[in-house]
């Protein structure tokens, strides 16, 4: 059972996994290398432990506690309870949702684990804003996708703001990164993966016309939003696909293009 700890005090050493939640940058190189990362409101800590993610500490307004009574129960992990301002001092800001949980990260897959027993992946390339890594894992949990690699710049899934934007999806699907980039990409084709890449040039082939959801094995390439795909991944791709446009778009935001083309590549696939 997890212990109720009332901390008065903003500098109490107890509450070091929640200080400045705002500061990106300090954020990604601290949750990484402490082996942490933080989950915010009910349902995405709920969704974190189910996952099978070990809690290392709860951050809860007095509010909060009866309704995490079950999770506090079952967590031996201390609950730290604070008032609203104070958690506002502590994070940098105002904690709405009333819940803040500290979990410990697992050690990431392999992607030559992950390709073994998938036939749909998802291979991102410098996707670095964590709305967009949140809402492609939210689209890749509901449409069917079995994992997802990353290029070594890609954001953290795991960064509060993806895991927030996600809802939690970033703990339904299995994902690791490709230690080198482009080269990374071999062991995708090597596993009998398409490499398709997602991009809007006119030379691409339209996505309903090279019909991804009849090939065995396909690997979708999205790259980041405006820049899209660099070359040299263009260059390591078997095909371009593209979405049509109407009206004069020339493009959609990356997360609403990689939602479309998940479909495509997935349709008539039993989901679970």
């Known amino acids: 059972m997890g212990e109720l700890i009332t901390i008065d005090t903003p500098?109490?050493?107890?509450?070091?996994?929640?200080?400045?939640?705002?500061?990106v940058e300090l954020r990604r190189r601290r949750e990484p290398a402490e082996g942490l990362f933080i989950a915010e409101g009910e349902k995405v800590i709920r969704r974190a432990g189910d996952a099978g993610y070990a809690m290392r500490s709860m951050l809860l307004s007095a509010k909060w506690v009866d309704t995490m009574r079950d999770v506090i129960d079952e967590a031996p992990a201390p609950v730290y309870v604070v008032?609203?301002?104070?958690?506002?001092?502590?994070?940098?800001?105002?904690?709405?949702?009333?819940?803040?949980?500290?979990?410990?990260?697992?050690?990431?897959?392999?992607?030559?684990?992950?390709l073994r027993a998938a036939r749909r992946v998802v291979v991102m390339e410098s996707v670095n804003d964590h709305t967009n890594i949140g809402a492609i894992f939210r689209s890749a949990a509901a449409l069917g996708i079995d994992a997802v690699l990353l290029s070594p710049d890609c954001a953290d899934p795991l960064y509060r703001r993806s895991v927030k934007v996600s809802m939690g999806a970033v703990f339904s699907v299995l994902y690791a990164r490709l230690d080198t980039w482009p080269a990374g990409l071999a062991t995708v084709g090597e596993a009998g993966f398409t490499l398709l890449a997602l991009t809007p040039d006119e030379r691409a082939e339209p996505l309903d016309e090279?019909?991804?959801?009849?090939?065995?094995r396909v690997a979708l390439m999205l790259g980041a939003e405006g820049d899209g795909l660099s070359r040299r991944a263009l260059a390591a791709a078997d095909r371009w696909v593209r979405i049509p446009m109407s009206h004069g778009v020339d493009?959609?935001?990356v997360g609403a293009?990689?939602?479309?083309?998940?479909?495509?590549?997935t349709a008539g696939r039993p989901t679970e």
């Open 251 to 253: 493009s959609l935001n």
């Open 210 to 216: 090279v019909a991804p959801h009849r090939m065995d």
């Open 11 to 23: 500098d109490d050493p107890r509450l070091h996994d929640y200080t400045g939640l705002t500061d």
């Open 83 to 114: 008032e609203p301002e104070l958690a506002e001092r502590v994070t940098g800001y105002h904690v709405h949702r009333g819940a803040l949980a500290s979990m410990r990260r697992k050690p990431l897959h392999s992607a030559a684990d992950l």
């Open 257 to 265: 293009a990689a939602a479309v083309a998940f479909y495509a590549v």
